[in-house]
Structures are given as C-alpha cells and as structure tokens.
C-alpha cells in the first residue's frame, strides 16, 4: 500500500507535538501551582513549549536517530521551558505561586513526556522492522566499501525502514539514464551515491534529476582517507568555508562538564574500590613473583605528550615490556596477572592518572610509546586520537577492538572508533560506555589476555 511508502506520516509529529500539549495542560490540574488565571498560563507555557521545540529541532527525530540522542535533546528542551516556567512568575506578577508545586509540575510531566518519547521511539522501530509501516525505497549508486556497507546496514536494519531496491555501477551516461527511468518506474525515495564514482557532470545531472522529480538525495563521501563524519559548515562574511570536524570537547562547557565527570568518578573509585583492593592485591601480586605491585609505562596522551600510565604488574618484570604487547597464551603473565588482566583490574590503577589530568575515564585508548610512532606512520588519522585526552575504556573498546592488534584491520577499525567517539562525544555516551566496560569485564572479553 501508498501509505507505507511515505518517509515520515505527515501526521506523525503534528500529532506527538499535540498529545505533548495534552501532557503538559493536562496536568496543571495535578497540583496546586495556585494560579490567578489558569487560562492565562496554559496559553503561555503552550506557545513557549512549541517555540521552544521548534528552536530545539524537538520533533525532528529521524529513523536512523539513536535512543542515546533523544535524551540530551529532552534535556534541553526541559531545560529552557523549566525557565520560562518560573519566568511567568516575575513576568505575570504571581507572588502567591507554590514553587515547590511548580516543580513538581515540571519533574512529573519532564517523566511523562520522556517514557511517551523513548516508547514512540520503540513502538515506531517495531512498526518498521515487524510491519513493514513506514518504509521508504532506496537505491544506492556506487560499488565500493562504503556501499556495501550502507548496503549491509539497510538491509539489517529494518528498524530504519528503508528498501533496498537496486545498486547502480555508472559507467556512462546511458547507464545514468537507466537508473533515472529505474527510479521513476519503481517509485524510488531516496538516491544514495557515492562521490567518488561519478565525475562533477554526473552529479549535476543526478541533482537536477533528484530535485525535477522530488526525490531526496543524499551522498556518500569518499572518506578512505577521511573517516570524518561530521562537517561544520560555517560562513566568513558571505565566504562558505567547511571544516574537516568538529570536537565537542574543545567547547568550554563540555570540557569542564567532563573533567568534573573525571574528578568525581576517579575519587570514588580510589576511595571505595582502591584504598581496600590494592593491600589486597599487593600481597598477592608479591607473594607470586618477585617486583613492584605497580607497573609504570610510557604513553602518548593529549597533544601527543608523554605521561606514566599506571597498571597493577600482571606480567614477570622482563626487558620487553615496554616494546611488545601482551598476545594470548604469553610467558610472560603471572597466575594472578591472567585473572585481573581477564577481568581488567590491572587497569584501575589508572584512575589516579585521571585524578592528575593525564587521561580520562573514557577516551581513546593510550599505546606504548614505541607502537604509537608505528601506527602513526602506517594508519591514516592515527594521530586525530590526540586531539583529547586517553581514556581507560573507550568505544573501540566496548566495540570489539581491544587488547592485541593482530591484523592491520584491528587498528584501522579501532582509529574508526575513536574518530566517531571524538566527534560525537556527550556525557551520556561516556555512561553508556562505561556501563558496557562493566558489562563486559563480568562477562569476560575474548581478547582479554
């Protein structure tokens, strides 16, 4: 049928912005905010809420959007309509108001409006994914990495709703031709394409084919060399000038924001997991082999500077430490070093490195010094990773790229990782990792050796 076809329902959101108005009137009724008019206030906190979502980008939720985005987006509209709310208070003269009962108000529908987003959220992924609703048709011009594996993606994710119809390989014109009739007999949506098979011509000719015939475009770019996803497109006067990436963490706000993050979480671990597990540990490392409890090791940190990562000594002091890293079934690891290793307690020593500035407790994961000059030489954008501060967990790391690189596609893919993270870095992305590092170390990792 038509209808499910159609790329977003053009009811869809006008009718969440309405139930989200429903919400917010609705329960004004629940507490006694003691209003002289109440008429008076539903007018005002209705036409500030969808000013304020509107500004927000509130309702523009795509299907490829991700749980973890939808928070912080809540977050900031609850933020600015919280001070509208106690605005109205000066601005309306209302000195008999309860501010207690107003925030209330404000936490009960903020509660509300969050489980009715992240389900509408669920319950429209589902409708993709098991009803087939909601779904848009796709081609996608181009045969290399990148396209297969946007191809890969669309096809396993059916909660995103696309149809993969057909792939395209432009040799020529008439094969640009032939995939313009494909498009307007199969009725297709949307044109995904790779930049670099197509030369300035074609891709004219594809975007005044795409805008003649209301169809929606969307490129791949040829980032085999830049695995940058995010542009910053700014103006200088009436110059466009695009820069390469942007990283959240060079703002002001989210630095202090993480850094205080990093204070409070490092603090708590050495208080009540350090201050009674290393005398613990320190007996036993030192019962089973001769050397110091902690081992020290050379690392590149931010800006490429040199610091002193700190580890629980899992291995038998050797001359190699600092050159090889530790490979599965290695001589060199203790009894006691395999299971700490395994469960990655060799690692919270580092948590002191986070108190003193030298890292994170999530970021890119440091390298020995002696590798970093290595990997810096054969791996495009290494060194991006240097652009914040090394964590002890990260997201290549929860990700399925940790512990020994035994092929160059480890490393790659690991720097792929890292480049994502510091692009897309929020406070709720650091928690999620840090809860699948939890997860994962009471699990067991694979390549935990």
């Not at 980032?223 to 200088?236: A, G, H, P, R, T």
């Amino acid at each position: 049928m038509s209808y499910k076809r159609s790329r977003y329902s053009n009811f869809i959101k006008p009718i969440f912005g309405l139930i989200d108005l429903s919400i917010i009137i609705g329960c004004i009724f629940l507490f006694e905010i003691n209003l002289i008019s109440t008429s008076v206030f539903i007018v005002y906190i209705a036409l500030l809420w969808i000013v304020i979502a509107v500004k927000n980008h509130f309702y523009e939720v795509q299907r490829h959007t991700r749980f973890i985005q939808v928070v912080p987006l809540l977050f900031r509209q609850f933020l600015f309509f919280g001070l509208i709310l106690y605005a109205y208070i000066g601005v309306f003269k209302q000195p008999n108001i309860s501010r207690l009962a107003l925030a209330k108000y404000l936490l009960f529908v903020f509660l509300l409006i969050l489980a009715f987003k992240l389900f509408t959220l669920f319950l429209l992924r589902k409708y993709r994914a098991v009803l087939k609703g909601n779904t848009r048709n796709v081609i996608v011009i181009g045969d290399n990495e990148k396209t297969r594996q946007l191809i890969k993606t669309i096809r396993t994710r059916l909660d995103y709703g696309y149809n993969f119809k057909q792939q395209f390989k432009i040799n020529d014109n008439h094969a640009l031709r032939t995939c313009f009739d494909y498009i307007i007999e199969n009725d297709i949506d949307e044109i995904y394409f790779s930049v670099a098979e197509l030369s300035n011509r074609q891709i004219n000719s594809l975007v005044d084919f795409a805008d003649n015939n209301l169809r929606e475009l969307k490129f791949i770019p040829d980032n085999k060399d830049i695995f940058s996803k995010k542009l910053k497109y700014e103006y200088y006067d009436y110059i466009p000038v695009l820069s390469i990436r942007t990283i959240p963490l060079q703002e002001p706000v989210n630095k202090f924001v993480k850094r205080l993050f990093d204070i409070l979480f490092s603090v708590f671990i050495i208080v009540f997991v350090l201050s009674w597990l290393t005398p613990i540990l320190a007996i036993i490392i030192k019962l089973e082999s001769k050397g110091p409890v902690f081992f020290k090791q050379s690392r590149n940190g931010f800006n490429y500077e040199e610091f002193d990562c700190y580890k629980f000594r899992s291995m038998t002091p050797n001359k190699d430490a600092h050159l090889h890293q530790a490979t599965k079934g290695d001589h060199r690891i203790t009894k006691v070093g395999a299971f700490i290793r395994k469960t990655s307690i060799d690692e919270l020593p580092q948590f002191f490195n986070v108190l003193f500035g030298d890292m994170s407790v999530v970021g890119p994961r440091p390298h020995m010094v002696s590798h970093t000059n290595l990997y810096a030489q054969r791996v495009d954008k290494f060194m991006v990773r240097h652009f914040v501060k090394p964590g002890i967990t990260g997201l290549a790391q929860v990700s399925g790229f940790r512990g020994e690189i035994e092929r160059e596609k480890d490393i790659i893919n690991r720097v792929k990782y890292d480049i994502f993270y510091i692009e897309n870095w929020s406070l709720l992305l650091d928690l999620k990792i840090i809860f699948q590092t939890f997860t994962n170390a009471l699990k067991g990792e694979e390549k935990a050796y």
